[in-house]
Every structure is written in C-alpha cells, then in structure tokens.
C-alpha cells in the first residue's frame, strides 16, 4: 500500500509531508550530539509543520477553519502530542535505564577482579 493511497494524499501534500520532514530534521539537528532532545524536536517540529500545511494550504481544504470549539481543539492537540511523545519517552527511558544497569554491572564486575 502506498502512502497516497493510506491517507488520501494528494501531489501536493505528499511534497509537503516531505518538505515538514526535512524541515523537522533540519532543526534536530541544532541539538547536542547523543541527546534524545533532537529526536523529540525532530517529531514536533514536523508533526506541527503538517499539521500546519493540512489545515492552511492542504488542497482539500479550501477554507481553514476549526471545528470544535478552542478549548476541545488544544484538548484534542493535547491528546494527540501524548500519543506522538509517549511512546518515544518510554522507549528513550528504557534504553536509558538498560545502559545504566548494564554499566553498574561491568563495573561492580571489574571491581571483584
């Protein structure tokens, strides 16, 4: 299955998605080597940039507009950066605590030598 035929995309929103894409590794890369911080920002700043063009630019949306009333759409928003972002902490907290214990191990290893 493609992508166009997944989420409907047309030309232009699959150049967009692209262009956010770039756009969102452009900026994580300003983060300190080794730091999980430029793979949240990659993440954010391109979900925001999409985001952006479907409701402003988007071809089948002619008129932007919300919905929902203000406080249901940062609601919504809300909603959906935790399901974007959840998983990623959990997974950079694992590893993390994984490479700790892994350390304290071969440590205390190399002290009973």
Known sequence: MRLSAF???EGPDIGAFAVCILIG???GSF???GSPASFYITVLVSYHFFLAWLIL???EHKEAGVSLPIWQTLLT???CMF?????VVT???RSRTSENSTT??????GRRN
């Open 7 to 9: 989420s409907k995309f």
């Open 25 to 27: 590794f452009f900026f």
């Open 31 to 33: 983060a300190p080597a």
């Open 57 to 59: 630019f988007s071809s």
């Open 77 to 79: 928003h809300a909603a």
């Open 83 to 87: 399901v974007i972002i959840g998983p």
């Open 91 to 93: 997974a950079v907290h």
């Open 104 to 109: 304290t191990r071969w440590t205390e290893c």
